[in-house]
């Protein structure tokens, strides 16, 4: 499977626990987007990478949350202190960066805090 | 700032049915428009773009043309499947990776 793959698909966590989530994308795609999506909802732009190099934060992303992409591969995004504000679907996508191709997301991980 | 309004569901038709669903924006400049599709069970996947006015984006059955004047990209099919049932997103490109997205509007086609 060559598609964007998240990891967990689903977490349950008590509120005021940290989270990590995992997203890997397509391996020759150099931008790498976060969104997050509630109920009934569209999803929200977060943040996004180009390679390694976080390039813009939305104003949605409070300073519990932080995303990371090391080596320009893999991303993680860790929420700590969660509050049950902060359940929904955390959607990750990437995409070449050449101004045309699309971004291809994952199936996503949904967040339950309680 | 950037904004896409899109029509509520859920919208339910019988097979064979025709499908609009509209979508209008608020933009600076002039953005690109995209139609996502959300099938049960499965991650966003592009439907169809336009990048500039007048331009037609077409697949599987579906189409979409950017209306400038109108700031209108409405999305329709002739005939729909039971298969088309799915939630369905306009979206518009505000920078890069920032896709704004409507709220969605869930379909349900009935045999």
């Known amino acids: 499977d060559t598609g964007v793959s998240q990891d967990p698909r689903h977490k349950i966590t008590k509120r005021g626990q940290n989270v990590t989530f995992r997203c890997d994308p397509i391996s020759e795609h150099n931008r790498l987007y976060w969104y997050r999506q509630t109920l009934g909802q569209g999803p929200e732009f977060l943040t996004y990478f180009q390679n390694e190099a976080q390039l813009e934060k939305s104003r949605l992303l409070s300073d519990r949350f932080s995303a990371e992409r090391p080596k320009g591969s893999f991303s993680t995004l860790e929420i700590q202190r969660t509050e049950q504000g902060d359940s929904a679907m955390y959607l990750c996508a990437s995409s070449l960066d050449d101004g045309i191709t699309e971004a291809f997301f994952g199936q996503g991980t949904r967040l339950t805090v309680v | 700032g950037d904004s896409v309004t899109q029509m509520e569901g859920p919208v339910t038709l019988s097979e064979e049915a025709f499908l609009t669903i509209n979508c209008t924006y608020t933009?600076?400049?002039?953005?690109?428009l995209f139609w996502y599709v959300q099938y049960p069970g499965e991650g966003l996947q592009l439907l169809l773009k336009?990048?500039?006015?007048?331009d037609k984006g077409s697949n599987k059955g579906f189409e979409a043309t950017y209306r400038k004047e109108t700031t209108s990209f409405h999305l329709e099919k002739g005939s729909v499947q039971v298969s088309d049932s799915a939630v369905y997103f306009c979206a518009l490109s505000g920078g890069p990776g920032k896709l704004q997205f409507g709220a969605g509007t869930q379909v349900v086609v009935t045999p």
């Open positions: 933009a600076t400049g002039y953005p690109s």
């Open positions: 336009a990048t500039k006015a007048d």
